[in-house]
């Protein structure tokens, strides 16, 4: 059972035709829209700028998770339903927390910032306002239950928007009880609507709510079918087959196999930054990378859930995977490729050891391989290949063809490799020198794809500006008018 010693308020139960109630005016119901002024909110009598509201709403939810009763409460949570250890379940709480402490105060009408561009005459002049879309929809995934919901609804928030929000429902109670934290901070009940349904369902009321625009965090076979449904009107932060490239200057080897690890195997693999393909260049294979990686794999165990069940792939379609990848010329296993043992998981999860499958990379670009190499498997498992020093446009020419750039990694302290390597690929989120990783974003800083016009970002105010707003431009033209001048003639 769910410890509910917060005892935080309920929620008020709403009809579903209550759904996608957008503020009908500025003058009866506070829409935000960016403008200067008139922008209140009336809650129990007293007059809030909606800026000042979300931004207070903010500092009170950044304070309560600091509390170290309150993050424990959802650490554990988190823990109940998703796959991970305390200390990543933590860490997910943590950057959660710093997010909110990030846009606390001024910093949400600040998001807000116009500009002003002079007109062609006395009395004309252009504004350009970041404008909010209205009724959104906001779809998350399982494997981050508070940290990707919570960043998205307040973004969307912040600028303005009525959202739904759809998380997973193998994972949703965390959302709930972080709904309910909100509303003790202050945030108004009526501001958000939460929906508990499958996906088929869910998909039916997209349809049929017509939202202005929806966010989407998960597969990359949802997102298409979503993409074609809502014609256009989504953002995308979909699934990456992510890559990291280790470069010719061999340094820290003990760091790069545990940040390697890390990359690979924490929360069994389950993060969409997870490091899918790993590049060495040949100096790296004589060195003790591989056998240090083996041995970092093999301390993890369910007992502190440093490998876990697998939620989306089961054990025998994972093993499955890896035997079609050995039949591959030249490939070999170089660790795991064996079911968990002595565990009490059901059949329809995935129960694997860590595993990494040597692929050689003149048979990775193969185009009758290629497919099958890069097809992403959301739990403990990945490709090593390594790679000549005159190989290095082939690595390129295999990181171009992969279908989705989210993240990536270039660990190299080389400035002409990097230069090289950066300048030729497009990860969105690209981590570069001797410390870079695929995995582990925090609040600070963009993580999204790029290469894709409809990709999103989270966590920064570029981010929240890209995804929960649009340009919107009024040119003022108030005169006056030139004294005495004739009507000109047609054109």
């Known amino acids: 059972m769910v410890n509910h010693s917060l005892k935080l308020p309920m929620c008020r139960k709403r009809k579903l035709s209550h759904l996608w109630r957008a503020y009908p005016s500025v003058q009866n119901m506070g829409f935000i829209t960016h403008l200067e002024a008139k922008k209140v909110f009336n809650l129990n009598g007293t007059i809030f700028c909606r800026y000042l509201l979300l931004g207070d709403v903010s500092a009170k939810a950044a304070h309560m998770l600091a509390q170290p009763e309150v993050s424990d409460f959802f650490s554990r949570l988190i823990q109940r339903v998703s796959p991970k250890s305390y200390k990543q379940a933590l860490g997910e709480v943590h950057v959660t927390q710093k997010f909110l402490e ?38 998350t995934p399982f494997n981050f239950p508070l940290e990707i919901p919570l960043l998205q609804l307040m973004g969307a928030l912040y600028m303005g928007n009525k959202p ?11 959302m709930e ?29 997209l349809l049929e709510a017509k939202p202005r625009m929806t966010l989407f965090t998960g597969s990359s076979r949802v997102a298409e079918k979503l993409a074609a ?51 060495m260049h040949e100096n790296w294979v004589s060195s003790e990378l591989i056998p240090k990686m083996l041995c970092l794999a093999k301390r993890r165990k369910l007992e502190d859930l440093t490998i876990g069940p697998v939620l989306t792939v089961t054990t025998e379609s994972m093993l499955e995977h890896i035997d079609k990848l050995l039949n591959i010329p030249g490939s070999k296993l170089l660790f795991g490729g064996e079911p968990l043992e002595n565990h009490s998981i059901p059949k329809i999860y995935g129960a694997l050891k860590p595993t990494a499958v040597f692929i050689p990379l003149t048979e990775i670009l193969k185009s009758n391989n290629f497919d099958l190499v890069t097809k992403e498997i959301f739990g403990p498992f990945q490709i090593i290949t390594d790679y000549k ?14 279908h989705a750039h989210l993240t990536a990694a270039v660990v190299s302290n080389d400035p002409l490799f990097l230069q090289e390597v950066l300048g030729k690929s497009v990860n969105g989120t690209t981590y570069a020198g001797i410390r870079a990783r695929t995995t582990g974003a925090p609040q600070n800083h963009w993580f999204g794809p790029a290469g894709d016009p409809r990709g999103a970002g989270i966590g920064t105010p570029e981010a929240i500006k890209l995804v929960w707003s649009c340009h919107r431009e009024i040119i003022y033209d108030i005169g006056p008018l030139p004294q005495h001048g004739e009507i000109p003639s047609a054109t």
Request: proline share 3%.
């Open 164 to 174: 739904t929000l759809k998380v997973d429902s193998k994972v949703s109670i965390v």
């Open 389 to 402: 020093h005159d190989q290095l446009s082939m690595v390129l020419e295999a990181c171009e063809r992969m």
């Open 229 to 279: 449904d809502l014609k256009g009107r989504i953002r995308l932060e979909d699934a990456g087959f992510d890559w990291k490239i280790l470069g010719p200057d061999v340094q820290e080897v003990d760091y790069v196999a545990w940040v390697c690890d890390q990359d690979a195997h924490a929360c069994s693999g389950q993060k969409c930054s997870a490091q899918s393909i790993l590049f």
């Open 177 to 205: 009880q972080m709904l309910r934290l909100l509303h003790y901070c202050g945030l108004p009940e009526e501001d958000v609507d939460f929906i508990n349904s499958d996906g088929v369902t869910m998909n039916k009321f």
């Open 102 to 139: 990030n846009f606390s105060g001024d910093q949400v009408r600040f998001l807000a910032r116009s500009f002003a561009v002079p007109g062609n005459h006395l009395g004309q002049q252009s504004h350009g306002y970041r404008w909010p879309y209205g009724p959104v929809a906001i779809i």
